[in-house]
Nanobody, 115 residues
């Protein structure tokens, strides 16, 4: 089994910062990619950022230059540093891990950015 637990969400004013964490446990190797997705009310879930097992990162255009994805392999933890937050970043953020045998999701953490 694979378990992903997100933390770090909350309410922040526009221009502020938050850091999301995703602690992974269970049979989580070998990892293909890990990523963060978000889903705003009435919208489809979208990819925010991802990082491959080799450390290659990619970002949605809407967050480039503001968000940074990183991994601590020793702690099996994925991070998303979010700076210069905007009201349109408000969403539930989900951690995702893509293993070669399947894809797994966390339960999500709410991020709300007030104007």
């Amino acid at each position: 089994q694979v378990h992903l637990e997100e933390s770090g969400g909350g309410l922040v004013q526009a221009g502020g910062s938050l850091r999301l964490s995703c602690a992974a446990s269970g049979r989580i190797f070998p990892i293909k990619t890990m990523g963060w997705y978000r889903q705003a009310p009435g919208k489809q879930r979208e990819l925010v950022a991802s990082i491959t097992s080799g450390g290659t990162t990619s970002y949605a255009d809407s967050v480039k230059g503001r968000f940074t994805i990183s991994r601590d392999n020793a702690k099996n933890t994925l991070y998303l540093q979010m700076n210069s937050l905007k009201p349109e970043d408000t969403a539930v953020y989900y951690c995702n891990v893509d293993l070669f045998r399947g894809t797994y999701w966390g339960q999500g953490t709410q991020v709300t950015v007030s104007s």
